[in-house]
């Protein structure tokens, strides 16, 4: 007897519990708390139990019922409150507009960019971040404690295991993966112990630009880079050129264009310079060339390097870099 009571006790839990609607509690009741139902039953047969355990399972009885009762009035208020009109799906409601993402103005610059040098017949690569010291430097024509290094700003993991500072590195896996003629863009990621402020990061991009062929002049260099300026800024800007130092490149220039906002005159966006200056070029020194085993009698070419921000930043009218990383709604949702 007791060991029935045990087994209908449980089964009504179960049934309890697993009730979805307020007629499912009503048949567990009946089933079980019922006039006709099984606890009534049990109570029933306890007239058959041996006397000396008669006040056990009496008392058993009230306490299986007890809770029952408990449980069932409980379910029967739970499932009250999740039908009531309070809860009810109020079809009136306007929807929840779906939020429609939009690509973050570092990458509809990068892919502006890329655009302009597939139309040239550049193909894009990549590669890695982390770099050695030989593809960060030493295949660079920096010689050993140059103070160009220093420059570069440069995140050392190990002593010879650094974050790039530049996407340069990238010409050289380049070439040394193929032979010429070489026309690659190279967008990625470049690191720098800068401090972080309105104009720097030490995260930021950079596009780095690649070509080597027979009869490559600086001639090709301006004429590639005029296009890319026109494509960004338009038919109207022009490009200045002048002198400057980078050790893979001889000549090397540091390159602007004209300011797109005041055409030239002075203002406020090209802090009354008429110029924007956008990046470094040059052409590559044969010593670079010759390290990755190209012929430097036969073959000659140009390189570029220009950074993202900057663009982002003078189109979109952003002016603190540090927003282009925030990863503000604020901000983001306004391109
Ligand atoms: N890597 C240089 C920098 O970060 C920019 C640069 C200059 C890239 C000259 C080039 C180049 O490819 O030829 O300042």
Same mark, same amino acid.
């Given at each position: 007897m007791i060991e029935k009571l045990k087994a209908m006790a449980d089964e009504a839990r179960a049934a309890l519990a697993a009730a979805q609607t307020e007629d499912d509690v009503e048949a567990a009741r009946v089933k079980f708390l019922g006039r006709k139902g099984q606890l009534r039953d049990l109570?029933?047969?306890i007239k058959d139990v041996p006397a000396e355990q008669r006040p056990e399972a009496g008392q058993l009885i009230n306490q299986v019922k007890g809770e029952l009762e408990a449980m069932l009035?409980?379910?029967?208020?739970e499932l009250a409150a999740g039908s009531g009109p309070a809860d009810a799906i109020d079809v009136t409601l306007p929807g929840r507009a779906t939020r429609m993402a939009g690509r973050h103005p570092l990458m509809q610059v990068r892919q502006d960019m890329i655009n302009i040098f597939l #139309?040239?017949?550049y193909a894009v690569a990549e590669g890695p971040e982390v770099e050695n010291y030989h593809y960060a430097f030493e295949a660079l024509n920096y010689p050993d404690d140059h103070p160009a290094m220093d420059e570069?700003?440069?995140f050392y993991i190990e002593d010879d295991v650094v974050l790039r500072s530049?996407?340069?590195?990238?010409q050289i896996r380049v070439m040394e993966s193929q032979e010429p003629p070489v026309r690659v863009v190279v967008p990625g990621r470049c690191f720098r112990r800068d401090t972080v402020d309105a104009t720097h990061s030490h995260?930021?991009?950079q596009l780095e630009g690649l070509c080597v062929d027979e009869g490559i002049t600086f001639a090709d260099l301006k004429g590639t880079l005029l296009s890319f300026a026109h494509g960004m800024f338009g038919p109207d800007v022009r490009v200045r050129f002048r002198p400057d130092f980078f050790p893979f490149t001889e000549p090397s220039a540091e390159f602007a264009v004209s300011c797109y906002m005041c055409g030239?005159? #002075?203002c406020r966006v090209c802090s009354q310079t008429g110029w924007l200056e956008l990046g470094g070029a040059g052409m590559v020194d044969p010593n670079v060339l010759s390290a990755v085993g190209y012929d430097t009698e036969r073959y000659t070419g140009f390189a570029f390097g220009v950074g993202m921000e900057r663009f982002a930043m003078l189109r979109y009218g952003i002016e603190d870099m540090r927003l282009l990383y925030s990863g503000d709604m604020?901000?983001?949702a306004q391109f």
């Amino acid at each position: 007897m007791i060991e029935k009571l045990k087994a209908m006790a449980d089964e009504a839990r179960a049934a309890l519990a697993a009730a979805q609607t307020e007629d499912d509690v009503e048949a567990a009741r009946v089933k079980f708390l019922g006039r006709k139902g099984q606890l009534r039953d049990l109570q029933q047969g306890i007239k058959d139990v041996p006397a000396e355990q008669r006040p056990e399972a009496g008392q058993l009885i009230n306490q299986v019922k007890g809770e029952l009762e408990a449980m069932l009035q409980q379910r029967q208020d739970e499932l009250a409150a999740g039908s009531g009109p309070a809860d009810a799906i109020d079809v009136t409601l306007p929807g929840r507009a779906t939020r429609m993402a939009g690509r973050h103005p570092l990458m509809q610059v990068r892919q502006d960019m890329i655009n302009i040098f597939l #139309g040239l017949g550049y193909a894009v690569a990549e590669g890695p971040e982390v770099e050695n010291y030989h593809y960060a430097f030493e295949a660079l024509n920096y010689p050993d404690d140059h103070p160009a290094m220093d420059e570069q700003m440069t995140f050392y993991i190990e002593d010879d295991v650094v974050l790039r500072s530049q996407t340069s590195t990238v010409q050289i896996r380049v070439m040394e993966s193929q032979e010429p003629p070489v026309r690659v863009v190279v967008p990625g990621r470049c690191f720098r112990r800068d401090t972080v402020d309105a104009t720097h990061s030490h995260t930021f991009h950079q596009l780095e630009g690649l070509c080597v062929d027979e009869g490559i002049t600086f001639a090709d260099l301006k004429g590639t880079l005029l296009s890319f300026a026109h494509g960004m800024f338009g038919p109207d800007v022009r490009v200045r050129f002048r002198p400057d130092f980078f050790p893979f490149t001889e000549p090397s220039a540091e390159f602007a264009v004209s300011c797109y906002m005041c055409g030239g005159d #002075g203002c406020r966006v090209c802090s009354q310079t008429g110029w924007l200056e956008l990046g470094g070029a040059g052409m590559v020194d044969p010593n670079v060339l010759s390290a990755v085993g190209y012929d430097t009698e036969r073959y000659t070419g140009f390189a570029f390097g220009v950074g993202m921000e900057r663009f982002a930043m003078l189109r979109y009218g952003i002016e603190d870099m540090r927003l282009l990383y925030s990863g503000d709604m604020r901000m983001l949702a306004q391109f």
